[in-house]
């Protein structure tokens, strides 16, 4: 079956550390995306991809980083730059072509980061 | 820029209908999206509306006004299991990327 794996799905981080989030998807999608979610709130979204080799800021990149060389994977790291990194993390992918705007995005399991 | 809104929490009795609103404002509109998430996993697809109108799925239906910057998902026949958070989503940027609201947490009491 098609879908996106994170992992891990609990992460502990210390302080001055840095961490990478993985996520894998054999869907065949061309776009990923990287979200945070703090308690109560919405998704805010931290890095996306549109093709491989080619990734651009969200609204929240500061602190993290990406990197995308394969189709199938879009890992993010958290770096000590983040001072507030706990938080739940979603990837997710979407088929692109035609009218983009129009597919929905499939999300992972999601990890959840916590400072130690 | 892009906003939108959602009420924080609602509550609704096992069986009843719920009507959760969002309000949006965003250049360039090309669609809006529904999703569910229960506590601590990922959200799942439940509706796209493009077109002004009702979409009916079963027991969820979504509802769009354009020329008001307005959706709302409408559970009908509510069962525990619909307790989660409702998220509406607008793409932008042509569609490469999503704008969510903060999410509508729903509790369904017997």
């Known amino acids: 079956d098609g879908g996106i794996t994170q992992s891990p799905k609990y992460l502990f981080r210390k302080e001055g550390q840095n961490v990478t989030l993985s996520c894998e998807q054999n869907l065949n999608h061309d776009a990923m995306y990287w979200y945070r979610q703090d308690p109560g709130q919405g998704l805010r979204l931290i890095y996306y991809s549109q093709i491989v080799n080619d990734f651009q800021k969200g609204d929240i990149a500061e602190g993290y980083s990406v990197s995308r060389e394969k189709k199938e994977s879009f890992p993010l790291t958290v770096t000590s730059a983040q001072k507030n990194p706990t938080a739940f993390y979603l990837c997710?992918?979407?088929?692109?072509?035609?009218?983009?705007?129009?597919?929905?995005?499939?999300f992972g399991d999601g990890t959840r980061l916590s400072i130690l | 820029g892009q906003n939108i809104d959602q009420p924080t929490e609602m509550t609704a009795t096992e069986g009843a209908i719920v009507q959760i609103n969002c309000t949006y404002q965003?250049?360039?509109?090309?669609?809006l999206f529904w999703y569910q998430q229960h506590a601590g996993e990922a959200p799942t697809f439940l509706s796209y509306?493009?077109?002004?109108g009702l979409e009916e799925k079963g027991r969820f239906s979504s509802f769009l006004s354009r020329s008001k910057g307005y959706s709302y998902l409408l559970l009908k026949e509510l069962q525990m299991k619909d307790s989660a958070s409702y998220l509406c989503?607008?793409?932008?940027?042509?569609?490469?990327?999503?704008?969510f609201g903060p999410g509508t947490r729903l509790s369904v009491l017997p």
């Open positions: 997710a992918s979407k088929r692109e072509g035609g009218l983009a705007g129009n597919q929905p995005q499939h």
């Open positions: 509306n493009v077109l002004d």
């Open positions: 989503a607008v793409p932008w940027n042509y569609g490469q990327n999503f704008v």
């Open positions: 965003t250049s360039g509109f090309n669609g």
